[in-house]
Nanobody, 120 residues
Framework: QVQLVESGGGLVQAGGSLRLSCAASGIIFSRSMMAWYRQAPGKQRELVASITTLLTTNYADSLEGRFTISRDNARNTVYLQMNSLKPEDTAVYYC??????????????WGQGTQVTVSS
């Protein structure tokens, strides 16, 4: 059973920082591309950042270099460092991976989400 468990969300003032973590189990983490998405109220879910097994990263253009995605294969964990937060970053942030589980079942797997609220 694949589980993605996010943590690190919360309430922060504009200009502050947060680091989100996503602990994965049930997948071969070192062979899995990982991503962070977010969904603000009334808006569609959007890709924030992704990181491949070769550590190639991709970011939403709107972030302007404020966020950094990283991974620790020894801990089966992916991180999202968020700096210079803005009120428009307020959203539920989701961890995601698409691929094979440890028992060979292909899927599009999501965590339960963690709320990030940025006050002005």
């Amino acid at each position: 059973q694949v589980q993605l468990v996010e943590s690190g969300g919360g309430l922060v003032q504009a200009g502050g920082s947060l680091r989100l973590s996503c602990a994965a189990s049930g997948i071969i983490f070192s062979r899995s591309m990982m991503a962070w998405y977010r969904q603000a109220p009334g808006k569609q879910r959007e890709l924030v950042a992704s990181i491949t097994t070769l550590l190639t990263t991709n970011y939403a253009d709107s972030l302007e270099g404020r966020f950094t995605i990283s991974r620790d294969n020894a801990r089966n964990t992916v991180y999202l460092q968020m700096n210079s937060l803005k009120p428009e970053d307020t959203a539920v942030y989701y961890c995601n991976t698409k691929g094979l589980s440890a028992v060979g079942i292909w899927g599009d797997y999501w965590g339960q989400g963690t709320q990030v609220t940025v006050s002005s």
